[in-house]
C-alpha cells in the first residue's frame, strides 16, 4: 500500500512540471498568465470533482468506471496529438 502511494507522488512530481513546461513554452507572453490560470482551475476542479463522481460510479458498476475513464484518456489523447503542433526551430513565441 505505502509503495503504491509512493509510485503515485513520483509520479505526478515528474508529469507536473512537464506539463506545466509545456503550457508555458507553448503560449504567447501575452496570454500565459491565462491559460495557467486555466489549467490550474481545470486541475483542482478534477480534484475536487473527481473522487465523489468515481464513488457514484463504483455504486453502479466498476466497469462502468474503467470503460468511461478509459474513453476518457483515449479521447484526451487524440486532443492532445491533433492540437498541440511544435513550433518551428526559428520563430520566438516569448
Request: proline content about 4%; aromatic content about 6%; overall charge neutral.
Amino acid at each position: 500500500m505505502i509503495w503504491n502511494g509512493q509510485n503515485v507522488c513520483i509520479g505526478i512530481g515528474v508529469a507536473l512540471p512537464c506539463l506545466d513546461a509545456l503550457i508555458t513554452e507553448g503560449t504567447e507572453k501575452k496570454e500565459r498568465g491565462t491559460i495557467t490560470s486555466i489549467y490550474s482551475s481545470m486541475r483542482f476542479i478534477g480534484v475536487a470533482l473527481g473522487p465523489p463522481i468515481i464513488a457514484l460510479l463504483m455504486k453502479q458498476s466498476t466497469n462502468i468506471m474503467f470503460y468511461l475513464l478509459t474513453g476518457l484518456c483515449l479521447l484526451a489523447s487524440i486532443v492532445i496529438l491533433t492540437a498541440i503542433k511544435p513550433s518551428q526551430e526559428g520563430s520566438d513565441s516569448a
